[in-house]
Antibody
């Protein structure tokens, strides 16, 4: 079955970079896109960006200068890199996959909490 | 970007009651292909969001028929009949008609009165 799992550093210092890996199973990254969504503690959901099966990407306009999403199809891994972190980047970061036939993000990872603090 | 506005922010209910959550979009969510990509999610404490309803009114796999979605254009409603304890959490609406970006409502917390 479809599964996604994030792994991240937990704590990042301000101005540093964040790298998170999403490892997927049950589908091929060459055929499906994977999005990143984040959620600050106690707040709502914010879509960050997507990498499509062909490797093309779309990013949220507010993050386009700091965000990079890439992948390794052979390892079934998607990578998020966010530069110049500030305290308001503190959030749980999720990778998610849409159900193309139905619509909506039908599959989510368990999320990884990233705290930006000195 | 499409702005999604949910009301109310908090919804205290008694178990067995009916609950209703509203979601309004800043522009019509009817896609050029005729579909309306408005979805509902439930996030229980400490868990990832889970898809409940897709394309306005379709229940995702395993979702009880106590949940129903309706609406069109820019106004949508999620109804929960006979609320059970397992239904408590935060409900989010979301659109995937005008993407990118995918956008979410601010959330409605369903809690015990």
């Amino acid at each position: 079955q479809v599964q996604l799992k994030e792994s991240g550093p937990g704590l990042v210092a301000p101005s540093q970079s964040l790298s998170i890996t999403c490892t997927v199973s049950g589908f091929s990254l060459t055929n499906y896109g994977v999005s990143w969504v984040r959620q600050p503690p106690g707040k709502g959901l914010e879509w960050l960006g997507v990498i499509w099966g062909d490797g093309s990407t779309n990013y949220h306009s507010a993050l386009i200068s700091r965000l990079n999403i890439s992948k390794d199809n052979s390892k079934s891994q998607v990578f998020l890199k966010l530069n110049s972190l500030q305290t308001d980047d503190t959030a749980t970061y999720y990778c998610a996959k849409e159900d193309y036939g139905k619509g909506g993000f039908a599959y989510w990872g368990q999320g990884t909490l990233v705290t930006v603090s000195a | 970007d499409v702005v999604m506005t949910q009301t109310p922010l908090s919804l205290p209910v008694s178990l067995g009651d009916q609950a209703s959550i509203s979601c309004r979009s800043s522009q019509s969510l009817v896609h050029s292909n005729g579909n309306t990509y408005l979805h509902w999610y439930l996030q229980k404490p400490g868990q990832s969001p889970k898809l409940l309803i897709y394309k306005v009114s379709n229940r995702f796999s395993g979702v009880p028929d106590r949940f129903s979605g309706s609406g069109s254009g820019t106004d949508f409603t999620l109804k929960i009949n006979r609320v059970e304890a397992e239904d408590l959490g935060v409900y989010f609406c979301s659109q995937s008609t005008h993407v990118p970006p995918w956008t979410f409502g601010g959330g409605t917390k369903l809690e015990i009165k």
